[in-house]
């Protein structure tokens, strides 16, 4: 098993940037990627980015390229998502997750993940 507790979400003017934080805790040595997904309301939760270990390989949905940036500290089992100048349509709640399967599969599919936070609150005002 393990637990991922997402942090770091909060209230910014448009334009502005904030950090997510996602810390893993368990199985946290058997990890083959982790990614962060979104949800606003009314809509399905949709993908933002992922990153794949060993090798690193990450990959970003085509509304945040460019300005949002994934990592993560293998030391502290920490993944991050810096988010810089945000627009009112990056609302949403930011939902990490982690999966500890090799199988065959798109990492930007939610089906791919058996771990999830409990989601932070990012509001962005115009």
């Known amino acids: 098993q393990m637990q991922l507790i997402d942090s770091g979400g909060g209230l910014v003017q448009a334009g502005g940037s904030l950090r997510l934080s996602c810390t893993a805790s368990g199985r946290t040595s058997s990890i083959y990627a982790m990614a962060w997904f979104r949800q606003a309301p009314g809509k399905e939760r949709e993908f933002v980015s992922f990153i794949k270990l060993m090798p690193i390989y990450t990959d970003y949905a085509d509304s945040v390229k460019g300005r949002f940036t994934i990592s993560r500290d293998n030391a502290k089992n920490t993944l991050y998502l810096q988010m810089n100048s945000l627009k009112p349509d990056d609302t949403a709640v930011y939902y990490c997750?982690?999966?500890?399967?090799?199988?065959?599969?798109?990492?930007?599919?939610?089906?791919?993940?058996?771990?999830w936070g409990q989601g932070t609150q990012v509001t962005v005002s115009s």
């Open positions: 997750a982690g999966t500890v399967t090799r199988t065959v599969g798109s990492l930007a599919a939610r089906s791919r993940y058996e771990y």
